[in-house]
């Protein structure tokens, strides 16, 4: 009876796949299709095999935007992660704050990325904004946010954990939620401290919501475009030109170069899924 | 009689309306295994909690061996615990978890944690995570890492509950055992009564938050100072009737049963375990229906009815019986009928 009501579940599922493969294939195919041309807006272009490839490994600027990337990530990774953990840390132990600060937190979250990006260019405006005229009481500053480097870098960070401090606070919490109680109990009794009692019970429980909390942020962060685009423009020079500001820059400015653009994305695919693949291989043996 | 190792004096526990301890008293005798019993729910594992400082008491005094521990920390009280699931810690070896206490404490030594697995019969399994383990080595485990560390007090909760019978009749030896050769003040907690009754040395029984009776087995058993404790012990529970003093008997729709003196016209109720009864040929005061029998091997369990009221009867293997249907006499002797006033006290 079942077996024949059941013989063409898929059947089923083809409108949902109709659509996935229509909002999400179709474009992957067709980027992969664009990253071997040299096609530009309004001309198809004409079949030039791995140049694209071939010219985006030798191009400096394509590096840069890569390795500029993944600095912003592992920077998000050790904020969001970190301060994440901290504050669910808190909560756990404090009651009362949370439900206030998990409002606030949960605010700039829903925001567009672009918002967050325009906000906090107000924020840290160098002259009349709020961080630098707060600096300013203590003496120091104005501190120039657009024009130093790191300065721009922290910038972006300072806005990325802003947005995603709710998102890795409530991984955290979750995670901390289902560590029993009475492994805390026991540490408690067998005379450990706070730091043993962390290390012993809190954090081997922890860990792989850790892991995979940092994995997404970091997924996330390197092809953050909104941030950079709108808050430094990449600047100064190119010391926040992420991947994602790089490839849109070779698509929609100068050369118009889609085919170019679609190839950076690709090798950023790829970047990827070997990245995907060693988290999961390694989480497999932990396990 | 040895010295009061714990005592709890008037301890008050409330969580929000509910009261879980209500003056809650209770005195445990250096090196004895005290087994404390009641059904799920009456406070057992509050009163746990709040010796080894998990929750610390609303009122009441707690002292170990003289030394107040309200407001100690918890791992300040030299008391050890093993829970029903072991609480082993999940990414640690055995022998990891074995050493943990002693590590933590700063006392490591690696005789101490050879010593404790082989008499708990773990050597094999010392690289071995608790995920490996089956439910008995992961209690015995448990059994190892509190014991360790030679603490003044050592706490059970539950801690065969989740073990089937037979492994848990050999734990319950092992414990007793362990608790012997270390002679470690022992509080074990159980919900059921029969392990409370093999495993004590004395038995308290606690119902609603409050000790009801603190005795041996044997005095629990035979002499129970409330109708709660009387039922709770017992398999097939004590029978129990409902009646009025009259002239030295106790009266009832069921009959009659002679009893020492007694205030005419108390309203009582009187009770017998099931192994006091016997049939008899001659009538007696109670005579009763029998209704159902089931086959025991070593003894036959009967099910009778004297009016309305239910009554179990144990009797020895080829003990003649009447068919079912037909009445029976029963006889008790005096000395073996429990009465009880209509607020449950013992008279």
Redesign the interface.
């Given at each position: 009876m079942r077996r024949s009501r059941n013989r063409f579940p898929s059947k089923y599922l083809l409108p949902l796949l109709a659509l996935t493969a229509l909002v999400w294939a179709l474009p992957l195919l067709m980027a992969l299709a664009l990253s071997f041309s040299d096609a530009s807006p309004g001309a198809p272009g004409h079949w030039v095999g791995l140049q694209n490839f071939v010219r985006a490994l030798g191009d400096i600027r394509f590096i840069h935007a890569f390795f500029t990337g993944v600095l912003f990530a592992v920077g998000a990774v050790a904020f969001n992660v970190g301060a994440g953990l901290g504050l669910a840390l808190v909560f756990r132990r404090h009651e009362k704050p949370r439900a206030l600060a998990q409002v606030m937190l949960l605010l700039p979250w829903v925001l567009s990325e672009l918002a967050v990006a325009l906000i906090w260019r107000d924020v840290l405006a160098q002259n009349g904004g709020l961080v630098n005229a707060l600096l300013g009481r203590f003496g120091i500053g104005p501190l120039p946010w657009q024009t130093h480097a790191w300065l721009a870098m922290g910038s972006l960070w300072l806005a990325t954990l802003w947005q995603g401090l709710a998102f890795s606070t409530m991984l955290q919490m979750a995670g901390l939620a289902s560590l029993?109680h009475?492994?805390v109990?026991?540490?408690?009794?067998?005379?450990?401290?706070r730091p043993?009692i962390f290390r012993?019970?809190v954090w081997?429980?922890l860990r792989r919501v850790l892991a995979a909390n940092a994995l997404l942020v970091f997924l996330l962060s390197l092809v953050t475009f909104s941030l950079p685009f709108a808050l430094t423009g990449g600047g100064p020079l190119f010391a926040t030109e992420l991947p994602a500001l790089y490839a849109y820059r070779s698509a929609f400015a100068g050369n118009f170069e889609l085919g170019y653009a679609a190839a950076q994305g690709m090798l950023v695919l790829v970047f990827y899924a070997v990245l995907t693949a060693l988290f999961l291989r390694l989480r497999r043996r932990t396990a | 009689m040895n010295e009061i190792a714990l005592v709890m004096r008037e301890v008050v526990k409330r969580f929000g309306a509910a009261t879980a301890l209500d003056r809650f008293t209770l005195d445990v005798r250096s090196g004895e295994l005290l087994a404390l019993v009641g059904p799920s729910g009456s406070g057992k594992s509050t009163a746990l909690h709040t010796i080894?400082?998990?929750h610390d008491p609303d009122a009441g005094e707690i002292t170990l061996h003289g030394n107040g521990l309200v407001g100690v920390?918890?791992?300040?009280?030299d008391?050890?615990?093993v829970?029903q699931?072991g609480?082993l810690?999940?990414?640690?070896t055995v022998h990891d978890n074995l050493a943990?206490?002693l590590k933590?404490?700063g006392k490591w030594g690696e005789k101490a944690v050879t010593h404790m697995a082989e008499r708990l019969d773990l050597l094999d399994l010392l690289d071995r995570l608790p995920g490996e383990l089956s439910g008995g080595e992961r209690q015995r485990t448990a059994l190892g890492?509190a014991l360790i560390?030679k603490p003044k007090l050592f706490l059970l909760d539950e801690p065969l509950s989740s073990l089937d019978l037979p492994l848990r009749e050999r734990l319950r030896t092992l414990i007793r055992e362990l608790v012997r050769e270390t002679s470690v003040t022992t509080v074990y907690v159980t919900h059921d009564q029969a392990e409370a009754m093999a495993v004590g040395d004395r038995v308290a029984v606690i119902r609603a938050g409050r000790v009801v009776q603190a005795a041996t087995p044997r005095e629990i058993y035979e002499k129970p100072v409330h109708e709660f404790v009387a039922r709770f012990f017992g398999n097939p529970p004590m029978n129990l009737l409902d009646g009025c003093i009259e002239d030295g008997h106790v009266v009832g729709e069921w009959g009659r049963l002679a009893i020492d003196g007694g205030e005419n016209g108390r309203t009582v109720r009187v009770g017998f375990r099931p192994e006091h009864a016997a049939i008899t040929g001659e009538p007696t005061g109670l005579a009763a229906t029998l209704r159902r029998v089931e086959y025991q091997g070593h003894e036959t369990i009967a099910m009778l009815l004297a009016r309305d009221a239910e009554l179990r009867l144990r009797l020895p293997d080829g003990e003649a019986l009447p068919n079912i249907g037909d009445d029976a006499n029963l006889r008790i002797d005096r000395g073996n009928l429990h009465l009880f006033s209509a607020d449950g006290a013992r008279l």
């Open positions: 029993p009475h492994l109990h026991a540490a408690k009794l067998d005379g450990a401290d043993l012993a019970v081997p429980h | 080894v400082g998990l920390a918890p791992g300040a009280r008391v050890a615990m829970w699931d609480a810690y999940p990414h640690l943990f206490p933590a404490r890492r560390r």
